[in-house]
């Protein structure tokens, strides 16, 4: 820790290479594919390319949404990308999503495929095509922005910020911890107040705003994030915990929790058609 607090930063910052272990392999200050590599393809009009962590299940929910709705064109393909394998930089893959991060996606269903990447510019792409889970009025459209655009902006707080200080840096930095605490508990705070007055997020409508924020807030509330749970006192958020458990309970959304998991109980590697997942949940 001495040297930590002794450490000043250099005028000008220089990468000095690779670290040690898939971290030290993921990060780098350059973008770009490090190899060529062709994704796979299937049939249905959509060809999602993800991994089953909290932005991968945004995608995934709303795709089962949508198709509980009667949605048929909403039919999906989904790829598992292996991130501790480092296949988010292979070619066809960077080709769709330059940043090299989960999820990118394909819709196939026009003369042209669509590249779609980040899971807020997806979910938004999505609704409006559908007309589906997006308010159609003005004002309730505006509400659903606003908490969609909040979900976007406040989830690198709560895993890149918390997550990493309380749990994965090699070292604990009281300062660090501290303040990705603070902000993780006003984060809550901000969603806690706001469902006390409202069944959902955009108020009596469940929306894609509601998708986007349950997969983080809910890896929080009741999947011990990062170990984490008991550090943040998250069950004093009773009226978020209310919240949770209510999205948490509809079926599209328990389907979209396992797409591309690929570890834990009732794991499933890939979805090519909803028999997939039907066999996955006949088995938890």
Known sequence: MSKDKDYKPAKLWKWKGRKKGILGAM???ISGATYEAKLPRGTHPFQLYSLGSPNGQKVTILFEELLAAGHE???YDAWMIDIM?????????VAINPNSKIPALLDCSGKKPVRLFEPGA??????????????KDGAGRAECYSWLMWQMATAPWLGGGFGHFYRMAPVKIEYAINRYAMEAKRIMDVADRH???????CG??????????FTWLNYFITGDAYG?????????????ARWVDEVGQRKPVRRGLVVNRGWGEGSAVERHSA?????VLAGV
């Open 73 to 75: 064109g909403a039919e």
């Open 228 to 240: 984490g749970a008991k550090y943040l006192d998250t069950a004093s958020y009773t009226h978020l």
């Open 27 to 29: 990060n780098r200050p």
């Open 122 to 135: 997806i979910l938004l792409y999505l609704a409006e095509k559908f007309g589906a889970f997006l308010p």
């Open 204 to 213: 009596k409508q469940y929306s894609i705003a509601d998708i986007a924020n």
């Open 85 to 93: 394998k480092l296949e988010q930089f292979g070619s066809d893959f």
């Open 275 to 279: 028999a997939d997942i039907d066999a």
């Open 195 to 201: 469902l006390a007055e409202n069944r959902f997020f």
